[in-house]
Each structure stands twice: as structure tokens, then as C-alpha cells.
């Protein structure tokens, strides 16, 4: 159930969240927001207040007895996307809106300091919350933190994240890989262009391009166990420039997701394999690059039965979801490098309020509702982690 602690504070982190989303801000540009975090947390008593990167905030709260370091994670960037939703709150900056959720992961967080603030005297060793920059854009800014030390004697790092694919009130839990590792890949195919008259004088890298889009769909379909979950994303295709004319270049960009690590390391030989051949057959030339973003978010089995036996024990049993793998990736697990980590998904769909647009959309809408549940399960979450042994 929702403590009256939590239901008090309710309407002052729904007016954060909304405060917050209609000044959104793309990664590594977050000045606003880290303003607003540092001018909400320094008003909190018994807090720390560090600043370990330019755009990034952490908030430590050391309790009144010695124990183990545990860290919350919020990340606080927007995405760049018109927003095209008719709230009061909308977005006032142009072509930038929080279609993801991070607004509301900003101000459950933030709630959750000032609760547990007043509760030092009861906690068994230090809490960091750590407001963390530029989620969506890799190499992302968890890594960024990680380096600035961060997480030096952090035990446990937990995480969490507002999701329109489960209803409000329930928490999405899965030990193990949750999120798949998320890669790049950019082709240049280099042909030789001329009049669309005379094709024969010419080597097309619209042709060439289109068999290596085909060709790298083999990749799941016959170079991967059936078993085990990828993708192949063909998603930018750039050449040309008249009706009339073959371009003498074609640009392929693309994302790759993996679970497995051997998959994720012969990945790149594969697809570069395949972008050879074709282009030798057809007498062009290429470029192919390969980025690696973020690696696989690992769910540690221990704490992820904590966190579910927390999560029963403070909304019942049916408030847990066991959900499988999610494609989407995530730079959390640039914090799990570093201790044994816990993320979880928490409902914020309500089909009866419209709630039901996905993430990254223009018209995301998130059920506000579903934020008294995140706060609360923050704060049983350290109680139960810090607690009197």
C-alpha cells in the first residue's frame, strides 16, 4: 500500500514532474534540470550535495549507523521530438520533449531524498542518488559518472524506469539479461555514378546497397541460434540526388541488438563479411564502421529477489510482473561494471486516461498515478537494504 507519507507528498512530485517536462533538454545539454535538482536537493537537510560532472548530480545521504553503500539511479535527459500533446505542461522547447519517462524518474528520485533525509537516525549506512545525464545519447553519461568515481564503495546500484507496456501499479522484474546489448553500425557503399541511361557504364550503389540490406537480415535468420534474441535494423538509407542521375554513394546506418556475448563480439566480421562480398561482386568499393553503445543491463539474482520480495511485501503479490527480455537499451548497466545491480520496469499505462502511446513518440503521454508507487517503492527499497541487521 501507499503510505500516507508518500500520498502527502504526492501533489509536490507530480508538480516537479511537471515543472521539469516542459523544460526538457537533450543530453549532455541538461544545464536547466541539473538547476533544478541542485536548488531542490541543497533545500533538503541531511543531504550532500556533489556535482561530479558537468551536467550530472549526486546526492548523499549517510546514515546515522555504519553498513553497506547502496545507489539509486534517475536519469534526466530528453529526447529530440516535437512534442504534439495538448497538456498544460507541454514542452516549450522546441523540437525537444521527455518522451521517455525521465522526467518523472527525476522527481520520484528526488521525493524519495527528501522522505528518506528525515530518516537518517534509522538508516544503517549511505544512500547516493544519482541524477544521471544524457541516458539517450551513447557513449552516454553513466560511464561518464562511473569515471568522475561515483561508485567507489557502492555495493548495490539500483535502477528503474517508467514503461507504457505494463499497467500502473505493477513492476516489470526478470533476473538475469533484462535489456539487450545496443550497437551501431554505419556503411558507406561507394560505386561510380552516371546518366540513369547508361547504367552499364556505371557501378550502382542503390543496387548494390539494396542486396546488402537483404543479405544482412540472414544474419538472425541463419547465423543466429533461433533461440536467442537479436536484431539486425537497417534504419537510415542516404544517396542520390536527382531522378536521373545513379549517385556515385549510398550511406547505411543501422542499430544491432544483442543478448549473448559471443553474438555481440563475431557481430561486427559477420555483417562486414557479407558488405564485402556483395560489393566485390558488383565491382564497388565500401566503408563499414561498428560503435559499440551499451552492454546488456544484468539483473543480479540476489537483489532481484529483494527487490521482488519488497515489491510483494509493499503491494502484494500480484503487483510483480515477470516479463521477459526487453530490446531497448540501457546505459545502467555501465554502473553494473562496477557492484551487483537491480532495474526494474514500472507500469505506467492507463488505457482509461489515454496513457497507451509508446515511448519515444511524439504524443507519449505518462500516467501520473504511477509515480506515488515509484516513491514508495524507493523508500522500502533502502529501508529494507539499510535496515537493522
Known sequence: MISKQVLDLEPQFIAWRRELHAVPELSFQEVQTTEFLLKHLRSIPGLTIEQPTKTGVVAVLRGAHPGRTIALRA???????QEETDLPFASKTPGVMHACGHDGHAAMQLAAAQ???GEREQLHGEVRFLFQHAEELPPGGAVEMVKAGVMEGVSEVYGMHLSSNFPTGTFGVRAGALTSATDRFD?????KGGHSAFPETCVDPVVTAAQIITALQTIVSRRVRAVEPAVVSVCMVQGGQAYNIIPGEVTLTGSTRTFDRETRRTLPQTMENIVRGICEA????????FSQGYASVINDAALTQAARQTIQTTFGEQAVLEIEPLMPGEDFSAFQENCPGFFVELGARNEA?????????SRYLMDEAALKYGVEYLCQ?????????
Open 381 to 389: 527499497l533502502v529501508r529494507s537494504r539499510l535496515g537493522e541487521a
Open 75 to 81: 536519469d534526466i535527459d530528453a529526447l529530440p521530438i
Open 115 to 117: 522522505i528518506l533525509a
Open 353 to 361: 486516461n489515454g496513457c497507451t502511446f509508446p515511448h519515444h513518440n
Open 282 to 289: 558488383a565491382g564497388a568499393s565500401y566503408t563499414f564502421r
Open 187 to 191: 556503411i558507406e557503399v561507394i560505386g
